[in-house]
């Protein structure tokens, strides 16, 4: 028998002919079924799991199992299906290609206490996804298989630091007062709604030791 089949688009050549979006045009899931290609800077890059991508005053995560090396800063071509990830909209099965050098992303400095807001009684994180800079004392170092958990405070709000284990940087004083710079990944309950906030560090550069932790 023969079957009438109706092509209604046309596959891209190579994924990367797409037209380039916004990330704004990720975030409202058009053509959620269809890959988009965007465009930015990396922020954050674990080869074979993830990166995180920069474009302006917004960044997204990017799930890719691609193990091409890839420095932070690397200017890049993304492609992959929308989806929603665990607090904002993600790209998973994502495909890339450096496009330009690297360049250092200039981290924004934010509070800590900044770091989740409330409005009408909802938190959100209005940092979500991006590179910042802050800072804390140092109140708890955890070693796990994986990483290292620092547990942090500035004032009233108690704020988390991962760092690959492959790094570890154990012997840091608890009560030191640290730099932290790295991306920021919140964390949310069933209803995705904001509960805490890591920031990801990509190495030890990301720390920086600005008060001794007192002696006594």
Not at 6 to 33: H, M, T, W
Request: with cysteine.
């Amino acid at each position: 028998a023969v079957v009438d089949v109706a092509i209604e688009k046309n596959a891209a050549a190579s994924p990367f002919d797409l037209p380039v979006r916004s990330l704004d045009d990720v975030f409202q899931f058009g053509d959620a079924l269809d890959r988009v290609h965007i465009q930015g800077t990396v922020t954050y890059y674990r080869p074979g799991t993830a990166l995180y991508l920069q474009q302006g005053k917004q960044g997204i995560f990017v799930q890719s199992t691609q193990q091409t090396p890839l420095a932070v800063g690397s200017q890049v071509d993304v492609v992959g299906y929308p989806a929603l990830g665990q607090y904002s909209p993600k790209l998973e099965d994502a495909v890339f290609r450096a496009r330009a050098r690297a360049v250092a992303e200039t981290p924004l400095p934010v509070s800590a206490s900044g770091l989740i807001r409330y409005t009408e009684g909802f938190a959100f994180a209005p940092y979500d996804s991006m590179l910042i800079a802050t800072q804390g004392t140092l109140i708890e170092d955890v070693v796990r298989s994986n990483d290292e958990l620092l547990i942090l405070r500035d004032g009233s709000t108690i704020f988390r630091a991962r760092l690959p284990r492959m790094f570890g940087v154990q012997g840091l004083a608890l009560g030191s007062v640290l730099g932290i710079t790295g991306v920021c990944s919140p964390t949310t309950d069933d209803n995705h709604e904001v509960r805490s906030v890591e920031i990801l560090l990509r190495s030890p550069a990301d720390l920086r030791l600005l008060r001794h932790a007192p002696w006594w």
